[in-house]
């Protein structure tokens, strides 16, 4: 089974700095990657994906995150938030199963 | 197009009593998986079901919980006899046949008391 660590369990930044969410995974084996967002109250939104091919992924919302296989790292950053990126960032990894298997979540507290 | 939905959004359960919680993937996805969200947890594995089949539940406690997805109508996790320690979200994702991503519904807030 996999396991999935984000090391930072609350992270605050002010309105406009940037941010990076770290996540790493425990398998080296062929996985896929994932963040989602959770806002209070409501389900997860998929924010991007690497499955392959370029190690830097774009996703919704101006994040962005990179795949580093030697230190099995998937970060997710976006160099300037919004008021209303306060939320629940959650990696997940899912191996050659369907399983998924997510961290313990990032608060993601942005101060005006 | 309607993403997952789940119903109730917030069910309330007197211990002992029995909860159902209700999940319809979206349009042509044939896969459905729940996940439990416990209090400052990420969410956790359940249970992997496609039509009338029961694929992986591995992460499904021993007694008291079961699900099923049938041929016809909406997937439903059923918890009976519940437990404070039940009090969770609980999650339902969708995918097609053949996929890398989940789509995820609201979720249901199971409150036992």
């Known amino acids: 089974a996999q396991s999935v660590t984000q090391l930072d369990s609350q992270v605050p930044v002010f309105e406009e700095a940037p941010v990076e969410l770290r996540c790493n995974y425990s398998?080296?084996?062929?996985?896929?990657l994932f963040w989602y967002v959770q806002y209070p109250n409501q389900g997860l939104q998929l924010l991007l994906k690497y499955l392959s091919g370029s190690t830097l992924v774009k996703g919704i919302n101006g994040f962005e995150a990179e795949f580093n296989k030697s230190q099995t790292s998937f970060h997710l950053r976006k160099p300037s938030v919004h008021i209303s990126d306060t939320a629940e960032y959650f990696c997940a990894v899912r191996d050659t199963g369907n399983q998924f298997y997510f961290g313990t979540g990032t608060s993601l507290t942005v101060i005006p | 197009n309607a993403g997952v939905m789940q119903n109730p959004r917030h069910l309330v359960r007197r211990r002992g009593q029995e909860a159902r919680l209700r999940c319809s993937p979206m349009?042509?996805?044939?896969?459905v998986y729940w996940y439990r969200q416990l209090p400052e947890e990420g969410l956790k594995f359940m249970v992997y079901?496609?039509?009338?089949?029961?694929?992986?539940e591995s992460g499904m406690p021993k007694e008291r919980f079961s699900a099923e997805f049938p041929k016809e109508g909406p997937s439903i996790l059923r918890i009976q006899q519940v437990v404070r320690g039940d009090s969770a979200a609980y999650f339902c994702?969708?995918?097609?046949?053949?996929?890398?991503?989940?789509?995820f519904g609201s979720g249901t807030r199971l409150t036992v008391v």
């Open positions: 398998s080296s084996v062929s996985v896929y």
């Open positions: 994702a969708s995918s097609p046949l053949e996929t890398y991503g989940y789509t």
């Open positions: 079901l496609q039509k009338e089949n029961i694929i992986d």
């Open positions: 349009k042509g996805h044939s896969h």
